[in-house]
């Protein structure tokens, strides 16, 4: 069994590809929101959050031979999780990285993590549009209220993310939810419709809807700050699809029969 730990749009590509490849695939997401993650009849999933020792549980569990990691480049912690449970089950992991498709060509702010996005978002005196999800609001919320400067954030449409919101403290005339990737005409009109001056983003790739953001700031003449991706979506990892399948393809079958001391 291969664990896929997957939630992004590529996790139907990998896991389909793995399977047609003979391998039994377990795609693991932390939420239940709907994911298409291939039909083939070696595909399983299963949804919910794993800590490390849940999913040290569950990958032995259910016999699984290596972790394929494509979860969200910003998902640290679920990425340090997965390489420390297959360096404790002393079996592969094979990192998959969507690529970045961002420059630092001195038209956007970069910015380490969301403290300091916040602060040089809200720098500029200008209604905020953060598309970074329902995490990390605090900072924001933080800075909005210390500059009274509005703020606007665009989530899933998923009730746990609403509610994230509304704990905040961000009013729902001030929530917009929806499913991305949106449009440049999507982001306009939500750039528009709230008087956006800054867009706080990720670089979450072409598929997470990036470059449409960007040009709709350039349009709407908004300043751009990104969030930059942590160190641990960095290490050793592929964006080939074929080279995760070639190289499990040829390892030797393994099988969990010890694990070491220290779990």
Same mark, same amino acid.
């Given at each position: 069994? !291969?664990?896929?730990?997957?939630? =992004?749009?590529?996790?139907? +590509?990998?896991? =389909?590809a793995?399977?047609?490849?003979? @391998? ?5 997401t932390?939420?239940?929101?709907? %994911? ?15 800590? *490390?020792?849940?999913?040290?549980? %569950?990958?032995? *569990? ?14 640290s912690?679920? *990425? ?10 002393? !079996? ?15 038209? $956007? ?12 978002? @809200? /720098?500029?005196g ?8 329902? *995490? ?15 703020? =606007? #954030? ?16 961000? +009013? ?8 991305? +990737? ?13 008087? !956006?001056?800054?867009? #706080?983003t ?39 699809? /074929?080279? $995760? #399948? ?5 390892? +030797? ?5 010890? #694990?070491?001391?220290?779990?």
């Amino acid at each position: 069994m !291969i664990l896929l730990l997957g939630g =992004t749009s590529e996790t139907a +590509p990998l896991a =389909t590809a793995l399977a047609t490849a003979g @391998f039994k695939v377990l795609v693991s997401t932390a939420t239940d929101v709907p %994911l298409h993650v291939g039909d083939h009849p070696n595909i399983s999933r299963r949804s919910g959050k794993l800590d *490390r020792d849940q999913m040290l549980q %569950l990958a032995i *569990r259910q016999n699984v031979l290596a972790i394929v990691d494509a979860s969200h480049p910003y998902a640290s912690s679920v *990425r340090q999780n997965a390489r420390t449970v297959a360096d404790q089950l002393e !079996i592969p992991y094979v990192s998959w990285v969507r690529p970045r498709i961002l420059d630092n060509d001195g038209e $956007i702010h970069f910015e380490p993590n969301h403290k300091s996005a916040a602060k040089t978002a @809200f /720098s500029f005196g200008r209604p905020v549009l953060l598309t970074t999800g329902s *995490r990390n609001l605090s900072p924001y919320v933080r800075e909005a209220a210390a500059t009274g400067v509005p703020l =606007t #954030v665009r989530v899933l449409d998923h009730p746990s993310s609403l509610v994230a919101c509304r704990k905040a403290g961000i +009013p729902d005339a001030n929530i917009v939810s929806g499913r991305g +990737p949106f449009s440049v005409d999507d982001n306009l009109k939500v750039i528009r419709r709230y008087g !956006i001056g800054v867009v #706080v983003t990720k670089d979450s790739g072409l598929e997470g809807g990036v470059p449409a953001k960007l040009t709709a700031a350039r349009i709407a003449d908004c300043r751009v700050v990104v969030v930059q991706r942590p160190a641990e979506s960095n290490r050793d990892g592929t964006a080939d699809v /074929s080279a $995760i #399948v070639k190289e499990l393809s040829q390892l +030797p079958a393994l099988s969990i029969t010890s #694990v070491k001391n220290n779990v």
